[in-house]
């Protein structure tokens, strides 16, 4: 958390780090969780949730992943499935399991360039790696085809700074601001998917704020 909270600063030469080192802090790039330990990651920063999924991938092309049949090459930041342990009865006689997908888009702090569009607003980003997912036939890490992967539900994360052109973003996309005035979030019916904006400052508060219990019993300082 130290590390992130210097990284989101400008630096000497009056400029702010790009997106890859805050990606590094979270997550290795361009690894999926069967090649690295848990421990070289930290995604309790987002969420402690992500800890526990079937597959996760970072930085990777979705035609590489095998959750997917999507022949695409389009690497979303973070893309993770989350099987749970229990199935839900689909027809009569086969049980599947219940299944989330996460996608998670990092962008260089203070930066203000978002506009309409994939390219340039990471929440339509975010929802249209989701959707091509969705088409390619979403399958569990081991292969097996999760029938209806339309209805999986997903959750969508953009880890960016609330610029103006980032805030004006959200109001077109009928999101809603967060007491603290730190974030936004919403529900997109269309896509099936619960989206959350969340600033660097959020982002570190929150976490704070979470694990505070866990810093006190280790002795370590809170910031």
């Not at 997550?27 to 070289?40: A, W």
């Amino acid at each position: 958390m130290d590390i992130l909270a210097k990284a989101i600063q400008r630096g000497s030469d009056g400029k702010y780090v790009k997106e890859e080192v805050i990606h590094q802090l979270i997550m290795p790039l361009r690894k999926t969780s069967d090649e690295i330990h848990l421990d070289s990651c930290n995604l309790w920063l987002i969420d402690e949730r992500l800890a526990f999924h079937d597959f996760l991938a970072s930085d990777k092309g979705l035609s590489s992943m095998p959750i997917t049949g999507c022949n695409e090459n389009k690497k979303p930041d973070i893309c993770a499935l989350n099987v749970y342990d229990e199935p839900i009865l689909f027809s009569e006689g086969q049980q599947v399991p219940l299944a989330s997908i996460v996608i998670v888009e990092i962008k260089r702090p203070m930066r203000n360039d978002a506009g309409p569009g994939e390219d340039k607003d990471p929440v339509e980003q975010a929802l249209g790696y989701l959707e091509r997912i969705r088409e390619g036939g979403v399958k569990t890490a081991n292969g097996r085809q999760i029938p209806r992967s339309e209805d999986i539900p997903g959750f969508c994360y953009a880890i960016c700074d609330l610029t103006p052109s980032v805030v004006k973003r959200c109001k077109m996309l009928g999101l809603t601001a967060t007491n603290d005035n730190l974030g936004y979030f919403g529900y997109n019916p269309n896509f099936k998917a619960y989206i959350e904006v969340i600033s660097f400052d959020r982002l570190l508060n929150s976490a704070n704020e979470r694990n505070r219990a866990f810093f006190d019993r280790l002795g370590l300082p809170s910031i």
